[in-house]
C-alpha cells in the first residue's frame, strides 16, 4: 500500500497562474480532506469530501476548488493564484475506528510558492 | 472559540533523557484528542487517539494522558532517540465541528547526542 500520494511535491507559480495539486489514495477510505500549513500556525482545513459525489468548505476554502474525481482521488485547484498562497498543502484521508472515531492518514506534502 | 495552545513551543533535550510535552484545549463539545508527529519534510503520523473515557494510552515510548475536566492532555516520551527529533501535534476533535479537527501549532524536539 502507498497510502496516501501527492503530486507535484513542490511547485513555484506566478501570480495568477492556476495549477491543480493531487492525491490519490489506496486504502478505500470514504473520506478525504486538504489542509494548508503555515509557518506559526496549526493546519488548517480547505475542504473535505465525505463520500464520492461530495464535497464541503472547510475553514479556509476562500481561492480554491476541489473535486472529488472517484474514490481514490481528490485534487485541489487554485484558479488565480496569490502569494498569500504559499504554504505547504497536505492531503488527508480517513477510516472510521472504534468509538466513532476516523484516524486521518496524511500524505507527504505539496511545497507551494507563489511569487 | 475552539482552539487548541501547546507548550512549549520549542524543546532541546539530550538523548536518552525524558520529556513531556503539555495540550491544553477550549473545545467543546469534546469527542477525541489525538497527538501526531510531524517529522521535517513529511505529513503528520498518528501516535495515539484518545476518547473522552480514556486517561492514558501509550504507543512504544510514547505516552498521552488526558485530564477531560481540566481539558489537559500531556505526551510523555520516554529514553529518547535522535529519531525523536520532530514537531509534536495535539488535535482535538468537536462532534460540532463536523468532521473538522482542530490542531494546534506544535511542538518541535530536538534530540541532541
Known amino acids: 500500500n502507498a497510502g496516501v500520494t501527492q503530486t507535484p511535491k513542490f511547485q513555484v507559480l506566478k501570480t495568477g497562474q492556476s495549477m491543480t495539486l493531487q492525491c490519490a489514495q489506496d486504502m478505500n477510505h470514504n473520506s478525504m480532506y486538504w489542509y494548508r500549513q503555515d509557518p506559526g500556525m496549526g493546519l488548517r482545513l480547505i475542504y473535505y469530501?465525505?463520500?464520492?459525489?461530495?464535497?464541503d468548505k472547510g475553514e479556509v476554502p476562500n481561492g480554491y476548488n476541489v473535486s472529488r474525481l472517484n474514490k481514490r482521488e481528490f485534487s485541489l485547484r487554485l484558479e488565480s493564484a496569490a502569494p498569500s498562497q504559499t504554504s505547504v498543502y497536505f492531503c488527508?484521508?480517513?477510516?472510521?475506528?472504534?468509538?466513532?472515531?476516523?484516524?486521518?492518514?496524511f500524505g507527504p506534502g505539496t511545497r507551494l510558492t507563489v511569487l | 472559540k475552539n482552539q487548541v495552545e501547546q507548550s512549549p513551543q520549542s524543546l532541546i533535550i539530550l538523548e536518552g533523557k525524558n520529556c513531556t510535552l503539555q495540550c491544553n484545549y477550549t473545545v467543546s463539545p469534546f469527542s477525541n484528542l489525538r497527538w501526531y508527529k510531524q517529522d521535517t519534510g513529511r505529513g503528520p503520523v498518528s501516535l495515539t487517539i484518545?476518547?473522552?473515557?480514556?486517561n492514558t494510552k501509550s504507543n512504544g515510548r510514547y505516552t498521552a494522558t488526558l485530564d477531560a475536566d481540566t481539558k489537559q492532555s500531556s505526551l510523555h516520551i520516554t529514553a529518547s532517540q535522535l529519531s525523536d527529533s520532530a514537531s509534536y501535534i495535539c488535535v482535538v476533535s468537536s462532534y460540532q465541528a463536523g468532521t473538522a479537527l482542530i490542531f494546534g501549532k506544535g511542538t518541535t524536539l530536538s534530540v541532541s547526542s
Open positions: 488527508a484521508s480517513s477510516s472510521p475506528i472504534a468509538g466513532g472515531n476516523n484516524e486521518q492518514f
Open positions: 469530501s465525505a463520500s464520492e459525489g461530495t464535497t
Open positions: 484518545m476518547t473522552f473515557s480514556e
